[in-house]
Nanobody, 122 residues
Framework: QVQLQESGPGLVKPSQTPSLTCTVS??????????WSWIRQPPGKGLEWMGA???????FYSPSLKSRTSISRDTSKNQFSLRLSSVTPEDTAVYFC??????????????WGQGTQVTVSS
């Protein structure tokens, strides 16, 4: 029902600040109590939650990434975005956006995008 689609630059050079965008369809990101997250998965590693933006615009970040992460939204386009500053090759990963609509329980993402590859290389 709810669909999420990530978009991003694909290949990024070290020290740059790429932006990734998630477009949400069939539901509004402003609906009360909904939360929208960014998660990444480096090659051969597990999922890492990066941060989230709430229905009212409040943001939450993983402590390990807070200094380099910024999440924002464009309600007119029903989109939310991720900016990751000063990237290094260790930031190479598949990046997912996801939505917590409380269908599976608090703190569990109900819908996921298919992911978009971000490769940091010179």
């Amino acid at each position: 029902q709810v669909q999420l689609q990530e978009s991003g630059p694909g290949l990024v050079k070290p020290s740059q600040t790429p932006s990734l965008t998630c477009t949400v369809s069939n539901d509004s990101i402003t609906i009360r109590h909904y939360y929208w997250s960014w998660i990444r998965q480096p090659p051969g590693k597990g999922l890492e939650w990066m941060g989230a933006i709430a229905y009212d615009g409040r943001t939450f970040y993983s402590p390990s990434l807070k200094s380099r992460t910024s999440i924002s939204r464009d309600t007119s386009k029903n989109q939310f975005s991720l900016r990751l500053s000063s990237v290094t090759p260790e930031d190479t990963a598949v990046y997912f956006c996801a939505g917590d609509l409380f269908l599976s329980g608090w703190g569990i993402n109900d819908y996921w995008g298919q992911g978009t590859q971000v490769t940091v290389s010179s």
